[in-house]
């Protein structure tokens, strides 16, 4: 839910700036990655090979944004 709540504050800001939710599944993937750990635990991954790095601090830039905004009850 969290990882939901996020993800559409992004899209509110900026439609498009992320690929989405991906659940990891399948045989030999539990899809955890120390999300057990903490119920507000999740894993986001910004930008790739291909980005400069002037994109991805634009984009975590954003995402601070959206995440402030989560915290502070806005969402």
Do not use: C, F
């Amino acid at each position: 839910a969290l990882a939901s709540k996020i993800n559409s504050n992004l899209e509110d800001q900026i439609p498009g700036i992320s690929r989405g939710i991906i659940k990891k599944s399948g045989s030999g993937v539990n899809g955890i990655y120390n999300q057990d750990l903490s119920p507000y635990s999740i894993l986001i991954e910004v930008g790739g090979q291909y980005n400069q790095i002037n994109e991805v601090n634009n984009t975590l830039s954003i995402l601070a944004k959206a995440i402030l905004r989560h915290l502070e009850g806005d969402i």
